[in-house]
């Protein structure tokens, strides 16, 4: 579909990585911040440079991740377990 109307493909990676991965920055931060507001341990033990890094590189992965299954998988009845 997205080829018909002349986008190329690049383009659809590009435009749909950097929305999942702004996404995860906004749920990331959402994270960090309840975690340190309710004093969890996780958060007031392990330095917030260690945490910010931790899931700037698992926003990463788990986009990466995302495009390679997509391309394994065909249908989205495989991901629903139907």
Do not use: C, D, P
Request: proline share 0%; glycine share 6%; charged share 10%.
């Amino acid at each position: 579909m997205m080829r018909m109307n002349g986008l190329k493909t690049y383009t659809y990676y590009i435009t749909h990585s950097l929305h999942f991965y702004a996404l995860h920055i906004i749920s990331s931060a959402v994270f960090l911040i309840a975690g340190k507001a309710f004093q969890m341990e996780l958060f007031t033990r392990t330095q917030t440079g260690v945490l910010v890094l931790l899931f700037l590189v698992w926003g990463v992965v788990q986009i990466a991740l995302a495009f390679f299954f997509a391309t394994l998988f065909s249908k989205s009845r495989t991901a629903l377990g139907r």
